[in-house]
C-alpha cells in the first residue's frame, strides 16, 4: 500500500475510533440513566406503599371504633343515658387513640309524623325536652339522641335530623338497605350545631336493629331503628396518618371517587417537587363505606434518589473526553509521522512544512476554543475590543449569577423585585442607591422573570452608566412599579434617566438593546417602549403576571 493511501485510511480509523469509544460511553450513560431513573421509581413506589400502609391502618383503626361503639349499643338494646355515653367516651382517650376523630353520636330512626315517640326518647335520655329540627318532609326523621364530645355551646346539635341533610341521607339510606357501614362524601362538619367552626370531613354511619322504632324500613321491616355513626376531620385524619416520624417524603392528593372527578377531599401541607414529572407519580384506590377514594402521590424535596443523577452525566462527559483524547492522539500520530517523512526529504521544506504545522495547530486551538465561548458570540458581535468583550461577557455572566442566587436562596423559587433591582444596579454603579430611587409594591417574580428582568436591569443600568449622569449624580435615576388588577396581573415597569441635555435616538442598535428586547417581548411576552426627549430616557416596560404572586 503507498503513502498516498495509507494517509485515507488512517484519517477514517481515527473517525471511526472516536465514534465507536464516542457511542459506547453514550449507551452505558444511557443505559445507566434509565436504571437509575427506574431505581428511583421502585424506590418511590415502596415509600408510597408505606404511606397506603399507614392511611389504610389508621382507617381501618377509625372503623374498629365505628363497630365496636355498634356492637356495644346493639348489645344493650340501643339504650344508654347521656352520662352513660360521655363515660364510654372518654374512656377512648380519643387526642390519643383516635386523632382526627371528631365524635360520635346515635341516631334515633323513625317514620316522618312519629316525631313525639323520637322525642320522648331525647327527653328520657337527657332529662329535659329538645325539639327535632329543622322541618322536613322526608319519610324518615333520624335526630341525634347522643353525641360526643358535646360542649355547651353546640346543645342544639340534639335533636338534629340529618335525614334532611342530601350527603347525609344517602349514607343512612345505603347504611340501613346493605346492613353495612356506609360513608358519605365530603361534609362541613358543625353543621348540625349551627356552628362557626366548620371544618370539611365525612361520617361513617352504621344500622342498629332489635330496639323500639319503626316497624319496618324500605330495606328489611322492623329491623332498624336507629344508626351509630363517627364523624371525621379529613386534614386532622390524614396528618395523623402520614405526618407520624419518620416523615415520609410525599406530597398526597385524595379524592372521592376518580382523580377525574376532581372532588378533592384532602391535599398535604407538602408540595411535590417540580423536579419529578408525572412518570413518578402513583395512583393508588381503597374503599372505604362502601364509598371509593383515589390517593395520588408525587416525591416532594425530601425525596432522595437511590443513586446520585450525575453519575450517568460523568460517565457520558467521561467517555467523550476518552473517544475524544483517542481521536486526537491518532491524528496527532498521523500529523507527526507525516512530518517526519517530509522531514527526511529536505532540511528547508521540512522546516516548512514545521511552521505551517504550528499555523494549524494554533488555528485549530483558535476554533475550539470558539466552539466553547459560542455562547459569547453575539456579545463578542457587538464589542470593539477583547476587553470590552470581556468585560460585557463577564458582566452578563454576573448578572445571571445574581438573579439565580437570589433563586436559590428562596425557599419558594422566586425573587422579590424590590431585591433583584438593587442588586443589579450596585452591580454596575458600585455604591449604595438612595432610598428614593426605587419605589413599587412588593411582587414574587417566578424563575424566567427572574433571569430575564435581572438581565434587562443589568443592560439599562450598563448604559445609563455609560450614556447618562447617574455617574454624576444618582438622583439622575428613578424606577417606579406598580401592578394593574383586572382580568389579567400585569407589572408596570418605568425606568426614568433624568440628563441636563436632550437624548437623542441612537443611529444604531446595540446588542444590549436588543437582548433587553427580546428579554421582554419574547420571553416574557411583554411590551417596551422607550422615550427621548430634552430631559433624558424614558423606557416603559409591560409584562402579564399571571402565574406569578403578587406579594410575599
Not at 129 to 136: C, D, E, G, R, V
Not at 138 to 161: A, C, F, K
Not at 217 to 244: C, I
Request: aromatic share 8%; glycine share 8%; net charge negative.
Amino acid at each position: 500500500m503507498s503513502d498516498g493511501q495509507a494517509r485515507p485510511v488512517k484519517k477514517v480509523f481515527s473517525l471511526a475510533a472516536f465514534l465507536a469509544v464516542a457511542l459506547a460511553s453514550l449507551g452505558m450513560a444511557g443505559f445507566a440513566y434509565v436504571a437509575s431513573k427506574e431505581a428511583a421509581r421502585f424506590k418511590f413506589e415502596a415509600v408510597v406503599d408505606d404511606a397506603m400502609n399507614r392511611v389504610e391502618g389508621r382507617l381501618d383503626l377509625q372503623l374498629s371504633l365505628l363497630r365496636s361503639t355498634q356492637a356495644f349499643l346493639q348489645a344493650r338494646g340501643g339504650e344508654m343515658s347521656s352520662a352513660e355515653f360521655t363515660a364510654y367516651f372518654a374512656a377512648l382517650d380519643v387526642p390519643e387513640n383516635f386523632k382526627g376523630l371528631h365524635g360520635i353520636g346515635l341516631l334515633g330512626l323513625d317514620k316522618h309524623g312519629n316525631e313525639r315517640s323520637l322525642e320522648s326518647r331525647i327527653a328520657e335520655v337527657h332529662g329535659n325536652a329538645m325539639p327535632i329540627h329543622p322541618p322536613s318532609t322526608q319519610q324518615w326523621r333520624t335526630p341525634v339522641l347522643l353525641y360526643e364530645p358535646l360542649q355547651s355551646n353546640h346543645l342544639d346539635m340534639i335533636g338534629y335530623d340529618m335525614f334532611t341533610d342530601p350527603a347525609r341521607r344517602s349514607a343512612i339510606e345505603l347504611a340501613v338497605q346493605s346492613g353495612e357501614p356506609r360513608a358519605t362524601g365530603r361534609v362541613l362538619l358543625g353543621k348540625e350545631s349551627h356552628g362557626s367552626d366548620l371544618v370539611p370531613g365525612f361520617l361513617i354511619f352504621a344500622s342498629i336493629g332489635g330496639i323500639s322504632g319503626p316497624q319496618e324500613t324500605a330495606a328489611d321491616p322492623g329491623a332498624v331503628s336507629g344508626l351509630v355513626y363517627v364523624a371525621f376531620r379529613t386534614g386532622d385524619l390524614f396528618q395523623a396518618a402520614m405526618g407520624a416520624p419518620p416523615h415520609l417524603p410525599v406530597a398526597a392528593e385524595v379524592f372521592d371517587g376518580t382523580a377525574e372527578d376532581k372532588n378533592l377531599f384532602y391535599r398535604s401541607r407538602d408540595e411535590p417537587s417540580a423536579a419529578y414529572g408525572r412518570d413518578f407519580q402513583v395512583v393508588r384506590t381503597i374503599l372505604l363505606g362502601g364509598r371509593p377514594w383515589t390517593l395520588r402521590f408525587r416525591p416532594t424535596n425530601g425525596f432522595s434518589e437511590p443513586t446520585s443523577p450525575s453519575i450517568p452525566v460523568m460517565l457520558g462527559v467521561a467517555g467523550l473526553l476518552l473517544a475524544g483524547a483517542m481521536a486526537m492522539i491518532a491524528r496527532y500520530q498521523e500529523r507527526a509521522y507525516e512530518a517526519a517523512s517530509q522531514l527526511h526529504a529536505t532540511t528547508e521544506k521540512s522546516l516548512l512544512e514545521r511552521e505551517l504545522m504550528l499555523q494549524e495547530m494554533k488555528h485549530r486551538i483558535k476554533n475550539s476554543i470558539s466552539r466553547v465561548l459560542a455562547i459569547a458570540r453575539q456579545t463578542a458581535v457587538h464589542s470593539q475590543n477583547l476587553d470590552e468583550f470581556s468585560a460585557s461577557f463577564s458582566d452578563r455572566l454576573q448578572a445571571m449569577a445574581a438573579s439565580q442566587d437570589m433563586l436559590t436562596r428562596s425557599r419558594w423559587q422566586k425573587a422579590d423585585l424590590r431585591e433583584l433591582v438593587e442588586i443589579e444596579l450596585r452591580q454596575v454603579f458600585g455604591k449604595e442607591l438612595p432610598d428614593e430611587m426605587l419605589s413599587g409594591p412588593p411582587v414574587l417574580l417566578d424563575e424566567t422573570m427572574t433571569q430575564a428582568l435581572g438581565l434587562t436591569f443589568h443592560e439599562l443600568a450598563t448604559n445609563a452608566l455609560k450614556y447618562g449622569e447617574v455617574g454624576e449624580s444618582m438622583s439622575a435615576l428613578t424606577v417606579r412599579w406598580s401592578v394593574s388588577e383586572g382580568s389579567e396581573r400585569r407589572l408596570q415597569l418605568a425606568w426614568a434617566e433624568h440628563c441636563s441635555r436632550p437624548i437623542e435616538l441612537p443611529n444604531r442598535v446595540g446588542f444590549g438593546t436588543k437582548l433587553i428586547d427580546m428579554n421582554i417581548e419574547r420571553e416574557l411576552n411583554g411590551t417596551i417602549q422607550r422615550s427621548y426627549g430634552l430631559t433624558g430616557l424614558e423606557v416603559k416596560i409591560e409584562i402579564p403576571l399571571t402565574d406569578a404572586p403578587e406579594s410575599f
